[in-house]
């Protein structure tokens, strides 16, 4: 167990959350696409994917906030 700024952490979660961020970087960037040393860490991080469940829990937020934004933009039509 680790603490960071008084928060107690384990290393496992900590290093799902570093997976989870670089993959989204990594997956987001165009120049990091391209590169082949970060495409391989991007699919190591995403072969772990069945493991890690906060991926599930974020994708489902993202889905509620995309339906959430197209119901306002509805609206303000």
Do not use: C, H, W
Not at 7 to 14: D, H, M, P, Q, R
Not at 18 to 46: P, R, T, Y
């Amino acid at each position: 167990m680790i603490e960071i700024l008084g928060i107690k952490v384990t290393y496992e979660a900590l290093g799902f959350l570093v997976a989870f961020v670089a993959s989204e970087l990594i997956g987001s960037s165009k120049a990091l696409k391209n590169n082949s040393l970060a495409g391989l860490v991007k699919s190591i991080i995403d072969g772990q994917r069945p493991f890690r469940k906060e991926d599930d829990k974020i994708d489902a937020i993202k889905a509620k906030l995309a339906n959430l934004y197209q119901e306002i933009e509805t609206l303000g039509k």
